[in-house]
């Protein structure tokens, strides 16, 4: 199966991703707060590459009819549902970026450049110059802009495949592990954010995995291009993780020199 092709590609990639330092480097409170002011982009750039789909691939015109494969719909559909309107630990419904947002002012993380560019993207800024404009890491602004280049290209089969591969299952069981242990140590702190990692996991699920892939299967086709496709922007997609990742430790490390120099 051709599938198997791509996964088989960028196999390497992968576990160089889910083996990086990042997860065990998260050993303490502030470093939580350095990882989490980073991986919130990721988290909004992941529903903006889900509602690119959801656009491409159900219909959200005011006058619906039947589109696509009903399979894939309901994949879709599901996932939007438990990303954007899920529950948090009272039972109060909220997004999954929302409630990171949440754990992050509960650990004590700074929340205002993503507000602050949310708000942006309300009063109408174009998204990629509220971007570069916003005080995001540098490492953030550079994954989210490879995001939003492949969401505007516009090629469902392409978009697929990144969602699959690039974004879906990369937040390793042994990361959980280890925001575990620092909850027992910050409960008050890390609560909300042991929360947001069980729950993206508990809705997942090894199901969402495999109908994701019978939809990258489906959009490819026999379309040898964007099965060619599919295996680069998977392999470029997981690549800027792993930079996104060492960007976090290289800011935490840059902000320490600043202020032993001072």
Not at 10 to 19: A, K
Not at 114 to 134: M, Y
Not at 189 to 215: C, K, N, P, Q, S
Not at 242 to 258: F, G, K
Request: with cysteine; proline share 3%.
């Amino acid at each position: 199966m051709k599938i198997d092709y791509v996964k088989s590609h960028i196999e390497t990639v992968r576990q160089e991703l889910i083996d990086h330092e990042a997860f065990s480097w998260v050993s303490n409170l502030e470093k939580a707060r350095v990882f989490m002011e980073s991986h919130v982009w990721a988290v909004w750039d992941f529903m903006v590459l889900l509602k690119g789909l959801q656009r491409q691939l159900t219909c959200v015109d005011t006058y619906w009819v039947p589109t696509g494969n009903p399979e894939v719909r309901r994949l879709i559909n599901e996932i939007v549902f438990g990303e954007e309107s899920d529950i948090d630990q009272n039972g109060t419904a909220v997004s999954h970026f929302e409630l990171y947002v949440q754990a992050m002012a509960e650990a004590g993380a700074n929340t205002a450049p993503i507000l602050t560019f949310i708000e942006d993207l309300k009063k109408g800024i174009d998204p990629k110059l509220a971007l570069r404009q916003s005080d995001a890491p540098e490492g953030a602004k550079k994954f989210v802009l490879s995001t939003l280049e492949v969401v505007e290209r516009g090629s469902a089969s392409e978009m697929a495949a990144v969602f699959t591969f690039g974004r879906e299952d990369l937040i390793p069981d042994m990361f959980i592990e280890i925001v575990r242990n620092l909850k027992e140590k910050f409960p008050t702190e890390l609560g909300l954010f042991t929360y947001y990692l069980e729950r993206h996991i508990e809705v997942d699920g090894d199901v969402h995995g495999a109908l994701a892939e019978r939809m990258v299967t489906e959009l490819c086709a026999e379309d040898e291009s964007a099965w060619n496709q599919a295996k680069v922007s998977s392999e470029n997609a997981l690549r800027h993780r792993i930079e996104l990742w060492t960007s976090v430790i290289n800011r935490y490390e840059a902000l320490h020199s600043a202020q032993e120099i001072l």
